[in-house]
């Protein structure tokens, strides 16, 4: 019928880790005119593991402090036993998204740059 039920906002925070799995792969190039060649290193994101811990809630339904973390809590235990699948499928997605942004990356490493290294200026007294 188009009537609003409810309309809040819920503050929370946690701690979020991701362990990447990438695969590495390296290739020297030749420079027109230089004897020492590049070095090209690219580096593709393959897999993310995404995980988080200590969720709390800290602001919920116009209230805080440990009243919030209550109803925090409460709510969490319901939406887990309601939809048990359903912080799984959050994690998919966010591994998916992960691994979709992090794509591949390729660095240009010239050597021949390295390698200039500038003696350092020794004051004689």
Do not use: Q, W
Not at 46 to 63: E, F, N, W
């Amino acid at each position: 019928m188009g009537a609003r039920l409810y309309s809040g906002e819920t503050k929370g925070r946690c701690n979020i880790g991701v362990t990447l799995s990438c695969e590495a792969t390296s290739r020297l190039e030749a420079v027109p005119g230089n004897f020492i060649p590049n070095l090209l290193v690219r580096l593709k994101v393959t897999a993310a593991d995404l995980a988080y811990s200590d969720l709390s809630v800290d602001h919920t339904l116009g209230v805080g402090g440990d009243t919030a973390k209550l109803l925090g809590d409460a709510a969490i235990g319901f939406v887990k036993t309601a939809k048990p699948n359903l912080e799984k499928d959050l994690l998919a997605k966010a591994n998916a998204a992960v691994v979709k942004a992090a794509d591949t990356k390729e660095v240009r490493i010239e050597l021949d740059k390295l390698l200039r290294v500038k003696s350092p200026v020794v004051n004689k007294k």
